[in-house]
């Protein structure tokens, strides 16, 4: 499986940004659809989830109430929408996928930088 994220940028502060994430080589049934993402410097860190069958997401805190995360399973993709970007989030936002019934993401994208100007 071949995750390639994209759709990172430069963006001020109070601007808004949708990544995406296209899975390519099997069709990720029953799988879980997450985004996480890395500062430089810090650890990487959850930011969202999604369910299969897009009924069922969760959020990281830092970032519940700007951020919507959503699947188009016809096109075996995942999307990030973030509203109201603030300098805090800059950092290579990545698209992994786990099986339903496993704990760790099996597989990761390469990754889109996301830069937020103040």
């Known amino acids: 499986v071949q995750l390639q994220a994209s759709g990172g940028g430069l963006v001020q502060a109070g601007g808004s940004l949708r990544l995406s994430c296209v899975a390519s080589?099997?069709?990720?049934?029953?799988?879980?659809m997450g985004w996480f993402r890395q500062a430089q410097g810090k650890e990487r860190e959850f930011v969202a989830h999604?369910?299969?069958?897009?009924?069922?997401?969760r959020y990281a805190d830092s970032v519940k109430g700007r951020v919507a995360i959503s699947r188009d399973n016809a096109k075996n993709t995942v999307y990030l929408q973030v509203n109201s970007l603030k300098p805090e989030d800059t950092a290579v936002y990545y698209c992994?996928?786990?099986?339903?019934?496993?704990?760790?993401?099996?597989?990761w994208g390469q990754g889109t930088k996301v830069t937020v100007s103040s």
């Open positions: 992994a996928a786990r099986y339903i019934y496993l704990s760790e993401y099996t597989y």
């Open positions: 080589g099997r069709t990720l049934s029953n799988y879980v």
């Open positions: 999604v369910t299969w069958s897009g009924a069922s997401t």
